[in-house]
């Protein structure tokens, strides 16, 4: 992949963050969604790439952009697997709260795994805490394992897990073995990412979520030098047949981040919608300009830069409603 696609994929979810954070606070997380989809498929139209959606909005028949099998960019330059969210964590916008962004991962073709629409159990650590934690370990022994690589006490450490009644036990879990949580509703790819960041204050990210999430999570860590792992729980025959279509018999396989994301390289790029700890949200400023705050990293260089924009919206016609 060319050193410059990274600051292009960036470009993508700039402009799918100033669409989508039109509609913060308004209620109306479908509005806000379709907003960030159709900035994000109308500026890949300009990349220089041959990509093919491997995760995106759903089927052909569900979605009618940025859909699974979809060809993304000029169809010239490297052939790439693409994986999107475009807005992670509607709910999140249409309440105004934290930690909504606009998310990219390219890949070479054939090395992101194509994770069905079901859930996935996940663990998520930053670089200090690689190869150390497993989803067999009992979450007592991921926890002493984190807070050994760490240098903290358990009860410094912090976990984010998503707050939902399957959680429960887990969250007792936690609670038991003196450690702290940080619930949250949404976004659960911001809760791996910022397991890397030492000043995010998150350690460790536990608990099931949706599993084409967590492929871009994985990507994320996998430029970041974090380490991830996620097993799938289909719900039923349906979900279980499309694992086998995968290639994956044994369901209860648990698929490190070289299975998610094979390969040397990968870029990541998420643009932050909503303020959280490690991105800031879009602000609109006066005379019709606005500020993004953006993260792009390659696996292949361990490059990580953070992207501090102003643009003049006159200037983007893709801005006007």
Known sequence: MERELALEIVR?????????????????????????TNAMRMMFDTVHMDGTVVIGEGEMDEAPMLYIGERLGTGTGPQLDVAVDPLEGTNIVAKGQWNAMAVVAVAPRGTLLHAPDMYMDKIAVGPKARGRVHLDATVRENLVAVAEATEKSISDVVVVIMDRPRHEHLIEQVRSAGARIKLIQDGDVAGALNTAFDDTGVDLLLGAGGAPEGVLAAAALKCLGGDFMGRLLPENDEQRARCRAMGIEDVGKVLELSAL??????????????????LRGVRFLTRNQARTHSIVMRAKTGTVRFVDALHDLARKPAMGD
Do not use: P
């Open 261 to 278: 994301v094979r390969g040397e390289d990968a870029i990541f790029a998420a643009s932050g919608v909503t303020d959280g700890e490690l």
């Open 12 to 36: 993508v979810t700039e402009m799918a963050a100033l669409k989508s954070a039109r509609w913060m606070g308004l209620g109306q997380k479908n509005e806000a969604d379709g907003a960030a």
